[in-house]
């Protein structure tokens, strides 16, 4: 079955970076696209960018351009988001989400991770 | 950025009942319209996607429908499993961007 295995909680500091992983297994890992989308607590819904995981190819949110940084590693099917520069904005819950062939929703999800950004 | 813009923010209702929550875009998105529900603590899962397809078991009783710049959500008889909180996104042109939620209660 299909599964994104996210990894675990963060605290950071304002102006240091973030590493997020996404594993994914239970298909094949080149043929779907996957993105990373945030929900600050008790708010709605962000889309951040999108990762081709067959050609590394990555489209960003402009919101996010120049702190962003998607990319994949085949060996393991895991795709990384680096958030750069963070504020205490940035606390939320990051997700990622697969997006099926031929059409554009997201039909699985991580179970989210909780970056907290606190001095 | 296109906009979205959801209906009611919350809304209590009791089990049975039918629900209508609507999403209005700000551009013609065509049927690029998906709705997703979240529960506490949990990711969204997807409901509906380009408009008015039903994802693979999802139940029968949501259902959408609209085109252009005005969509709905309809869930035909309320369930007690339906709590939670719902999301329109369109998927249209990038950012995709989603509705700010509708809470579903239970009375």
């Known amino acids: 079955q299909v599964q994104l295995v996210q990894s675990g909680a963060e605290v950071k500091k304002p102006g240091a970076s973030v590493k997020f992983s996404c594993k994914a297994s239970g298909y094949t890992f080149g043929d779907y696209y996957m993105h990373w989308v945030r929900q600050a607590p008790g708010q709605g819904l962000e889309w951040m960018g999108i990762?081709?995981?067959?050609?590394?190819?990555?489209s960003y949110s402009q919101k996010f351009h120049g702190r962003v940084t998607m990319a994949r590693d085949t060996s393991t099917s895991t795709v990384h988001m680096e958030l750069s520069s963070l504020k205490s904005e940035d606390t939320a819950t990051y997700y990622c989400?697969?997006?099926?062939?031929?059409?554009?929703?997201?039909?699985?999800w991580g179970q989210g991770t909780l970056v907290t950004v606190s001095s | 950025d296109i906009q979205m813009t959801q209906s009611p923010s919350s809304l209590s209702a009791s089990v049975g009942d039918r629900v209508t929550i609507t999403c209005r875009a700000s551009?013609?998105?065509?049927?690029?319209l998906n709705w997703y529900q979240q529960k506490p603590g949990k990711a969204p899962n997807v409901l509906i996607y380009s408009a008015s397809n039903l994802q693979s078991g999802v139940p029968s009783r949501f259902s959408g429908s609209g085109s252009g710049t005005d969509f709905t959500l309809a869930i035909s008889i309320l369930q007690p499993e339906d709590l939670g909180t719902y999301f329109c996104?369109?998927?249209?042109?990038?950012?995709?961007?989603f509705g700010q939620g509708t809470k579903v209660e239970i009375k």
């Open positions: 989400a697969r997006e099926p062939r031929n059409q554009v929703f997201f039909d699985y």
């Open positions: 551009h013609n998105i065509g049927s690029n």
């Open positions: 996104q369109q998927t249209y042109n990038t950012p995709y961007t």
């Open positions: 990762i081709n995981p067959s050609s590394g190819s990555t």
